[in-house]
């Protein structure tokens, strides 16, 4: 797979300082029971990198010392990780928010019927990919059947009380376009997730986040096979907002590779960019256990334009509604 790496890595990108940490989000590891269009992690079946429990305990060791409001739990499909039950259990112990993101699709694989309950069991917010609410679109980026498994997974997850107003259980969904465009604004298209997911399924979420696609792994090497990549670039440069550089998440955020090294974002976790430590080192979770100051800039590249354009793009969501690109394309086609 071609790399879009030496293409990003020349960048005129603003400057960017730390804030307080307040997110871990660490990567469980790249084995994942689908291979999605879009996947900037480039996860599948046939991935074999997975976080040990030496890593894990580290993990709950560096959450104990410092006040980190939110573990935020990653892949592949961090569920199909052997320890995710034991460093959830342990961040809760702690009174740590813990977040997962969840495919959906992982509650009705075969072996792992016990995450629903699960989470439920521990309070866990779910951040669910659901990269529309047409099947059609649905499946051209995620596989056939996605679709439907994805909408079981909802209804299980209702049921449990996720999504349901005054349940205290947090079920958000994520939007990322088909293509190479940017999401729809975020609060428009929330409400038609809403309406529509309701009307025809009975599914109930509390919130919807748009993603800009990354043009790194999977979706970088579509963009490179297919002319667009110089294209999509513009199009991310020509939407920059400078306001937006104010709530980027890698301000508040670190990543955490499978490994337990440190990186200032997920997207530069998977274009292998470390984050820089004080003593110029490679730096890793062993290093938090000494300090809450990474001391170090945070690495910019062509990238992290996808992430001030337009409305802005973060891990949860849009930075800016109010700033957001318009539609470009359908995502109403119901079977």
């Not at 879009?4 to 960048?11: A, E």
């Not at 879009?38 to 976080?51: D, F, I, Q, S």
């Not at 309701?198 to 792994?217: A, C, D, S, W, Y």
Request: glycine residues 8%.
């Amino acid at each position: 797979m071609r790399s879009t790496l030496p293409l990003l890595l020349k960048t005129d990108f603003p400057s960017i300082e730390r804030k307080a940490l307040q997110t871990l989000q660490v990567n469980l590891g790249y084995l994942c029971n689908q291979s999605c269009q879009h996947c900037h992690v480039n996860a599948g079946p046939n991935r074999t990198e997975l976080m040990d429990e030496a890593t894990v305990d580290l993990v709950l060791e560096v959450l104990g010392r410092h006040r980190i409001e939110l573990l935020d739990l990653t892949g592949g499909a961090p569920e199909m990780n052997p320890h995710f039950r034991a460093l959830v259990r342990g961040a809760r112990a702690l009174g740590v928010t813990v977040m997962d993101r969840c495919n959906l699709t992982i509650l009705s694989e075969p072996g792992y019927e016990w995450v629903a309950d699960f989470l439920a069991e521990q309070e866990v917010q779910i951040t669910a990919s659901m990269p529309c609410y047409s099947p059609a679109n649905v499946e051209k980026q995620r596989g056939q059947g996605v679709f439907d498994r994805s909408i079981r997974g909802l209804e299980q997850l209702n049921g449990l009380g996720y999504g349901i107003e005054g349940s205290g259980r947090v079920l958000n969904l994520v939007y990322n376009p088909v293509g190479a465009s940017l999401p729809p604004p975020q609060a428009a298209l929330q409400a038609d997730y809403q309406r529509e997911l309701r009307k025809h399924f009975g599914v109930e979420f509390n919130q919807l986040f748009t993603i800009t696609n990354m043009p790194i792994q999977r979706f970088g090497a579509v963009l490179l096979s297919q002319g667009q990549f110089e294209s999509y670039m513009q199009l991310l440069k020509d939407a920059y907002r400078p306001e937006n550089l104010e709530t980027v998440m890698c301000r508040t955020l670190l990543s955490v590779d499978y490994q337990g090294y440190l990186y200032d974002c997920d997207f530069n976790q998977m274009l292998q960019l470390p984050a820089a430590s004080q003593s110029g080192k490679r730096a890793h979770l062993s290093d938090l256990l000494h300090t809450h100051d990474m001391g170090a800039p945070i690495r910019v590249a062509e990238h992290c334009y996808g992430c001030t354009a337009g409305q802005g793009s973060s891990c949860g969501g849009a930075l800016e509604d109010s700033q957001a690109a318009p539609v470009t394309e359908s995502v109403i086609e119901f079977r």
